[in-house]
């Protein structure tokens, strides 16, 4: 490998929206999976502890992925100062996540993570100092609105998991957003490779203080199948970011809020309430709305400062 070798300019990028599309409708079922079996783990075992074995075993399938095809290269990078940093991020919004599993219904956490499109145009506005116009202010009240709607109903334990959940939108919209940046010069195949060594290493740093028990026989199997589904989700989701711009492959990632609300019913009798639904269906429009302005295809006149 040479100095020449890497200061080669990356390919320019080909967007390829309808394999993005699938890869993207793929993960959404990876994940719906994983999210399930994780909320009936963390009923027994420390949220750590589930997430070292979903992160390992993820790390184990992501290598039988994508080693054979690229060899250690995968691993040549000058960012990993960007990994490292987009991998912490990505270690608290998914202990925040599984911590709101254990709290609340399963359908009612995914809708508020659905939140994330909001909090990162949020972040940016506070933080970037980005302006937001009147199309952007209006989509943030009413998502916001509609996140009031999915965390209000309920016990306080709801309300509890409902912080977690929120926490985990705000972190997650801003993981999306790097990725997606960081796809101009790191290939799908280096970005999930350092996603699971990385999320592996803080999980393990963590696991003394959370602490950690030998699964039985049929938990292990399923921490197991959980980091599989987990490997194979995470890969996708990030060749869909890779493959076409968020604008066209993101409003297909609410369709995890469809398996959420399936695997409730199915195993633990979760039936959907009136606020639960009208509450996704106000926050994933709003996200849509959002990502289809922000697509610049179709500018609108209500881009003037609020």
């Not at 960012?79 to 919004?93: C, F, M, P, Y």
């Not at 911590?99 to 909090?119: C, D, R």
């Not at 980005?130 to 943030?140: D, F, Q, S, T, Y």
Request: include cysteine.
């Amino acid at each position: 490998m040479t100095s020449d070798s890497l200061d080669q300019a990356p390919p320019a990028r080909r967007d390829r929206v309808p394999l993005g599309i699938f890869y993207m409708l793929a993960a959404t079922v990876m994940f719906a999976a994983c999210s399930a079996i994780s909320k009936w783990q963390v009923a027994s075992y420390s949220f750590v502890e589930v997430l070292v074995f979903r992160s390992g075993i993820s790390l184990l399938t992501c290598a039988a992925l994508i080693l054979p095809r690229t060899g250690l290269i995968v691993f040549r990078t000058r960012r990993l100062r960007d990994h490292a940093g987009r991998s912490l991020t990505q270690a608290v919004a998914q202990s925040c996540i599984i911590i709101a599993f254990s709290l609340m219904p399963l359908a009612g956490a995914v809708a508020i993570n659905f939140a994330a499109p909001l909090f990162a145009t949020l972040v940016a506005a506070l933080w970037l100092k980005e302006k937001v116009g009147r199309a952007r202010g209006c989509a943030l009240v009413v998502g916001f609105f509609g996140v009031l709607l999915v965390a209000a109903p309920g016990a306080d334990s709801f309300r509890i998991g409902a912080l977690f959940a929120l926490a985990n939108a705000v972190l997650y919209g801003s993981v999306t957003a790097a990725v997606r940046g960081m796809t101009a010069t790191e290939s799908a195949e280096t970005l999930t490779m350092y996603q699971m060594v990385f999320l592996t290493a803080f999980f393990m740093l963590a696991l003394p203080v959370a602490g950690f028990s030998w699964p039985t026989a049929e938990d292990g199997g399923a921490m197991i199948i959980n980091g599989v589904l987990n490997g194979f989700g995470q890969y996708w989701w990030t060749r869909a970011l890779l493959l076409a711009p968020p604008s066209a492959v993101g409003p297909f990632y609410y369709f995890s809020l469809v398996w959420a609300l399936a695997l409730g019913f199915v195993f633990w009798g979760d039936v959907p309430t009136l606020p639960l639904l009208a509450g996704s269906a106000i926050v994933v429009g709003s996200g849509v709305f959002l990502l289809w302005h922000e697509s610049g295809k179709k500018p609108l006149p209500a881009d003037e400062p609020l």
